[in-house]
């Protein structure tokens, strides 16, 4: 693995101060490039050990999961909303999801063209199978935070994610 995408804090640290050293003659704010380099690597590493401790298990991807996680949530929806619910490209997700016969297509009686996504009773049973392993596996690599940095820490990732939405809207 690259020293750049190294988990250990040395190696963390290590990768941002050669970005800084080699990266000297732009003018970049390097507090922002850390900050967004660690959660695209936090976000990462996350997803891949999700995969494969708890996921793979029950032959989900993250994406398939959290298509299902969304209509367990909020119920059936229409597939371009739910795509944007997911963040995700929705076709191949679907097509595997529908495969397991854990959600299902429909066309909308309005229009046609409109298709709705609804959730399986076997959906809804392997999101409720999933959920607390995927939610102790949550707890373990947020376990040497406290409950008031995990408070801060959601916060400020909200921060970021509404300023990205409002930024899109542009």
């Known amino acids: 693995m690259p020293r750049a995408f190294a988990v250990g804090d040395d190696e963390l640290v290590e990768a941002e ?9 732009l003018d ?4 922002s490039l850390a900050a967004v380099s660690n959660v695209f690597r936090t976000a990462t590493a996350v997803r891949n050990h999700m995969e494969r401790d708890v996921l793979r298990r029950h032959q989900l ?7 299902l996680f969304v209509l367990r949530i909020w119920g059936s929806q229409e597939s371009r909303r739910l795509a944007g619910e997911a963040g995700i ?17 429909r066309a909308v009686p309005e229009d046609r063209r409109r298709v709705e996504v609804i ?22 690599v947020t376990g040497d935070l406290t409950d008031d940095e995990m408070a801060t820490l959601a916060r400020l990732l909200r921060k970021i994610l509404q300023t990205t939405a409002d930024l899109d809207k542009r």
Do not use: H, Q, Y
């Not at 101060?17 to 003659?25: P, S």
């Not at 970049?28 to 507090?31: A, N």
């Not at 049973?125 to 995927?134: G, W």
């Open 28 to 31: 970049l704010d390097l507090l």
């Open 89 to 105: 490209s929705l076709t191949g997700v679907l097509d595997t999801l529908e495969r397991k016969g854990f959600a299902e297509r």
């Open 61 to 67: 991807s993250w994406s398939a999961f959290t298509v």
């Open 119 to 140: 959730l399986t009773p076997a959906g809804n049973k392997v999101v409720e199978e999933v959920m607390p392993a995927f939610n102790r596996e949550e707890a373990l």
């Open 17 to 25: 101060r050669l970005i800084r050293d080699r990266m000297a003659e």
